[in-house]
């Protein structure tokens, strides 16, 4: 059933029962594309987890690898130990194979959002998911890992965005990230009402985008190099700590700068296939604006990442990103 409803709310299809029960555990579908799976008994390194995937309907690795994941729960093969929230984000753009159908999702989750239409009604329904399933489960430490991949290449293939925050990470985060095959870690410098920053921003949860790969349509993607990625979810689905590794393996950077597309006249000055993490020395052009000028790297040199000239008008068109050292 737990597979069903996952493979058919890829199709874009509902499915029923609504609810019942798991090894461990039990489920209900809670809105459309939003599944709560709650244990029988809290293991004892259970978490409360919100796992988001299709927040971009293109971007399809992460959906093959957490519908396995469910699968191998209902088989038997895992334990429920911890409440999920398991979350296929916009689920007309994910049967359409497009980034978004109107506008893109994942710039649009905050609490004063005034926009209606496909996905700001969807970023409000998921907003509330979220609330109720963090309210439920009150007492218990929140985790949200919101699972993407990159439309271009990178030199680091697997990385993860945290978002903006006030406090830190706590430390073994960064554990599980190295020792599930993250090999890079971009800090965001502000708030980016992103779908991870808002479970950060208003719930305090522990909370990464995690960029696995390239966007490659459904049965084109190579899941091997996820496998490791597949046991840390598979660690939080049965609450137990899951393996840890040296942070100090990762590369680290910090966003200096977003540059942001202001006219229909913008373009990047370097291809359009450049990998993300690419550094440009000081001097170089990087982008042109009828209303903005010219962006050019100033003493220090930059990475670009996410470089995207095809974005809305006012929207983010790349992170201009420094090294920066590994958390203490
Ligand atoms: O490859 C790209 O250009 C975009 C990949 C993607 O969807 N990235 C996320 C990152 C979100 C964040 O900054 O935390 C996005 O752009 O929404
Ligand atoms: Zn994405």
Sequence with gaps: MLAEWFDQGLKGHTCSPTEGRVPGGRFRIVASGVLELVPDSLAIEARACVLSVGVHGNETAPMEML????????????????????????????????????TNLNRLFRRDLAETGDEPDRARALMAAVDA????????????????????DSRFPRF??????DAPTPHEHWCWLAAAGIQA??????????????????????????????????GHNDLAPLAPMGRLLEALVEGRE?????????????????????????????????????????????????VAGETRVGETPLSVVFPNAEVEIGARAALLVVPSPPPD
């Design 67 to 102: 519908g396995e994941s469910l699968a191998r729960l209902e088989a038997g093969l895992l334990h429920l130990g911890a409440p999920l929230l398991v979350i296929l984000g916009n689920p007309e753009a994910i049967r359409r194979g497009q980034r978004y159908v109107t």
């Design 133 to 152: 399933f963090y309210a439920r489960h009150a007492g218990l430490s929140r985790l949200h890992y919101d699972l993407h991949t990159a439309i271009r």
């Design 160 to 165: 993860v965005v945290e978002p903006f925050a």
């Design 185 to 218: 870690v971009l800090h965001q410098h502000r708030h980016s009402w992103t779908f991870s920053h808002y479970s950060k921003h208003y719930h305090g949860a522990a909370t990464f985008t995690l960029e696995l790969g390239r966007a490659l349509p459904f």
């Design 242 to 290: 899951p393996d840890a590794g040296d942070p100090r393996a990762m590369t680290f950077f910090r966003a200096e700068h977003e540059l942001l597309r202001h006219s229909e006249a913008f373009r990047l000055c370097f291809p359009d296939d450049t990998p993300n993490f690419t550094e440009f020395p000081p001097g170089t052009r990087l982008a042109e604006d009828a």
